[in-house]
């Protein structure tokens, strides 16, 4: 028998899918553009300048995301909003075993943040939020969410998710 997810963790997905995919992808559609506080032009010229500097890279206007290609790896980038602003990085990797450690784990997490969210987040008050335990932890099924408390922006979460073949590790934050 399958049993549906506790209350705290379906908030907590809620979350995490809310952080990630909402507030970062331009989710926010049906908000009038106009009404926006944040400028989805520059927006479209931050993604453009970013597929630039990784010409491996590929845009995908419509999704709001940039795949950037890392050997076997890939990185998808996920910037914007409308009301909320937000970033959400994620590294899928073909290596399973990889990240069960959470010291590899914060410093892949770290690794992301210093080379895709340094406009908004400096690292060296992450790190220090990190090794002072100032986050939470909530396990669902072969996914792991930490969720830091971090001054630069209203919500902060870093997660991995253990697949078949596949092991994903993403930040999102957003303000």
Not at 68 to 76: A, K
């Amino acid at each position: 028998m399958i049993r549906p997810p506790s209350r705290r963790t379906a908030i907590l997905i809620t979350l995490f899918s809310a952080v990630s995919g909402g507030a970062a992808t331009g989710a926010e559609e049906s908000t009038d553009q106009d009404e926006c506080l944040f400028d989805q032009a520059e927006q479209r010229r931050a993604y453009l300048e970013l597929e630039q500097t990784y010409p491996e890279s590929e845009y995908l206007e419509e999704q709001h995301e940039l795949l950037i290609p890392r050997g076997n790896d890939l990185i998808t980038l996920r910037r914007g909003g409308c009301v909320h602003f937000g970033i959400s990085v994620e590294l899928r990797t073909a290596r399973t075993q990889r990240f069960d450690d959470e010291g590899a784990f914060f410093a892949q997490v770290m690794a992301l943040v210093t080379e895709f969210g340094q406009e908004f987040i400096d690292p060296n008050r992450l790190e220090q939020s990190i090794r002072n335990r100032n986050w939470s932890k909530a396990v669902h099924d072969d996914s792991v969410f930490f969720f830091v408390s971090h001054p630069d922006v209203a919500a902060f979460e870093m997660h991995r998710k253990s697949e078949l073949q596949f092991t994903t590790v993403g930040v999102s934050f957003y303000y």
